[in-house]
């Protein structure tokens, strides 16, 4: 099946109890036995549960995976292939990431002994340069967030998997509508479905999406005993989400494509960041491993300055000053003073980050009152 069918059925079938046709949201802790050790595949609900199971499985299958893992939150699903590691690996990661990714790798872990190296991903050459015997993971997002920058993830999977290393996609930004890395080579998927995945920005949720056995039963085998699993609501939550991806994206997309194009012949706009622009320096590669470039845009005033940014995010009334992206309400934020604040100055100015960067993430209502709300607020 294609994906908007398997977005809508994979992993769900109607309740055999009831022909209730959506999965119920089974709030239980435990599973009755019939006998000790006799039971009907859940025993637990850190361990399994069934809303929790039809999302995995629903994920799974978006990705082009063999086995999903869901989890309280993106990060959940982050510390859980880190604990894999030991004290003295060594992971080599994009310099453009996730502000809580960079967070939890440098204040949370190199403290226990893993040892980490930023590089640009956008050029393999910089990562393979980066790698040393040591090196167990490498960990990029493509697009990054908040330049937007492209990785070539069939060039630095091959490269992984010549060395021994496990490659780690972040396809948050993307989604799976738009990018499968695992058919790209990676060994691993992770997200936060607090953003497309979920779409309504009404849930917190993160996801493990991997074809390797041996990393999933690891992988499993931490979320069972460290615990960072999502309630059945918010699996519930997020199995609707997922519903919608493929018609949500496509809005997405068309309203980011108007964004783009009023912003570029904006007088007082200078840098636009999108994979979609031709002159963007990872175009090429996008066009080659997307199938469309995403609802998120970044760009600087001609006066790129903190201050006329700090201005700009607080006059638009239409997109709200929120962190978080991903859902059907546009939304803008200044990275430097909030998703991107616990990045030292120095190493987000090397990454290209500058103090008057803004992001946007279009959302899906009507493209001409986004674009009025934005020449207001820059006029
Ligand atoms: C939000 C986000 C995360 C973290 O996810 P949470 O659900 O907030 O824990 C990780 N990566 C990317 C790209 C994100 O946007």
Redesign the pocket.
Known sequence: MRFATRAIHAGQRPDPSTGAIMTPIFQTSTYVQSEPGKHQGYEYSRTGNPTRAALEANLASLEGGTHGLCFA????A?DTVLKMLRSGDHVVAGNDL?G??YRIFEQVYRPFGLDFTFVDASDPKNVEAAMTDRTKVVWI?TPT?PLLKISDIAAISALCRAKGAISVV?N??ATPYLQRPLELGADMVVH????YLGGHSDV???AIVTSDDSLFERCAYIQNAAGGIPGPMDCFLVLRGTKTLAVRLDRHQENAARVVDFLGDHSKVGRVYYPGLSDHPGHDVAKRQMSGFGGMISFTLVDDTEANARALVSRTKVFSLAE??GGVESLIEHPVSMTHGSIPREERLKAGLSDGLVRLSVGIEDADDLIEDLEQALG
């Open positions: 939150s993106g990060l959940a982050t996730y809580g990714t997002e967030n972040d948050t930004f936060s479905t607090t953003k917190v949720g993160g978080s992206l």
